[in-house]
């Protein structure tokens, strides 16, 4: 039997099932360094190309990134995890993105320019349709990519009031609130045309957000009023040094816990960049690369950054150097096709 006071950690991992991927990874991560193991996988819905945990860790949520988008929860177990019903329509298609808010789960669905509410019931299953879907409108200058409306990342802002959308079609992140069983937009901040943003990652605890922008490789870093729910856009940063050699697309964004560093994911130059947070500015402090080819999707968590490496199908893991914040690699799994990891502690059991 569990000490069920001496929980361990987990890694789950989401792929895309129609590349050649298992669905969805569980790995266990050696304390002290971080390490990955692989327990076992489940592929019972097609393409889990983005996961969220409750807060207690013990149940799972997945998108299924297709033209007919659901989302699922699952009952995480000790190396696999089981179906808690069946999956759920989102009422839109190509879900990238989910996030839980105010007793919901939200998706953004990048095919139809949509976001989705699905309420949670009280022991973490789905009900069976969504509260709310809120269409996007606007388009962008880029060709093809900003012809209409795509969010690629939903999620809550800190203290929970809000929670904001960030649409790569549109040039532009909603926030929005939630109003008794369903969603309300608050407001839309405008960014730079063409710029393409796809991923937002709040400092801690300073009043800052840093937007990833896809199409021009940068980060654009806005003030954020948590008291009127609202972006100002301050700065652009590029993410690389130079010029890129070719293709150049920023993928994911983390702020370290300390609130000292950004590192962000850029595919096709397959390397990682690492910021230090000045202030309103952010200042780039070196480029590794990512061990891999074309990394989808980063997360950080007890002092190592692990990247889910789509198209060379692997997890590579770093260290990082507290001091300079630089990762440092340390090793990798197979993972065919891998879209995205998450972090948390391994499931409470008796």
């Not at 792929?15 to 669905?23: E, L």
């Not at 409306?149 to 939630?178: C, E, I, K, M, N």
């Not at 960049?273 to 968590?301: D, K, M, N, Y």
Request: glycine residues 12%; proline residues 10%.
């Amino acid at each position: 039997m569990a000490d069920a006071g001496r929980r361990g950690t987990r890694a789950y991992i989401g792929s895309f099932t129609a590349a050649g991927g298992r669905g969805i990874t569980t790995a266990s991560v050696a304390p002290g360094s971080g390490a990955l193991t692989v327990l076992g996988s489940v592929a019972d819905v097609p393409d889990p190309a983005y996961l969220a945990l409750s807060p207690d860790g013990d149940t799972l949520y997945a998108v299924s990134e297709t033209a007919e988008g659901t989302v699922a929860a699952y009952r995480v177990g000790a190396d696999t995890s089981e179906l808690a019903g069946p999956p759920v329509p989102v009422g839109g298609s190509g879900p990238v993105h989910l996030s839980l808010f105010d007793g919901h789960i939200l998706t953004a669905n990048y095919g139809s320019g949509s976001v989705t509410a699905v309420p949670v019931r009280p022991d973490g299953t789905l009900t069976d349709a969504p509260s709310a879907v809120l269409r996007h409108t606007g388009s962008g200058p880029h060709t093809p990519r900003q012809l209409g409306p795509h969010p690629h990342q939903v999620l809550p802002a800190p203290g929970g009031r809000w929670a904001v959308g960030v649409d790569l079609g549109t040039d532009s992140v909603r926030v929005y609130t939630s109003a008794g069983n369903t969603l309300e937009v608050h407001r839309e901040i405008a960014l730079r045309p063409g710029s393409g943003p796809r991923h937002l990652a709040f400092h801690p605890f300073a009043p800052y957000a840093y937007v990833l922008n896809e199409l021009t490789p940068t980060v654009t870093v806005c003030h954020w009023d948590a008291d009127d729910g609202t972006l100002k856009p301050l700065a652009e940063t590029p993410v690389l040094s130079g010029p890129p050699d070719g293709d150049a697309y920023p993928s994911g964004i983390v702020a370290s816990p300390d609130g000292r560093f950004v590192r962000t994911a850029i595919r096709g130059e397959d390397v990682l960049s690492t910021f230090a947070v000045e202030g309103e500015e952010l200042r780039l402090t070196g480029t590794v690369t990512c061990a891999g080819h074309w990394p989808r999707a980063i997360t950080e968590s007890e002092g190592f950054l692990y990247v889910a490496n789509e198209r060379s199908g692997d997890v590579s893991w770093f260290a990082l150097d507290p001091d300079t914040g630089l990762p440092r690699y340390e090793g990798s799994i197979e993972v065919p096709a891998a879209a995205c990891v998450v972090i948390g502690p391994e499931p409470a059991r008796t």
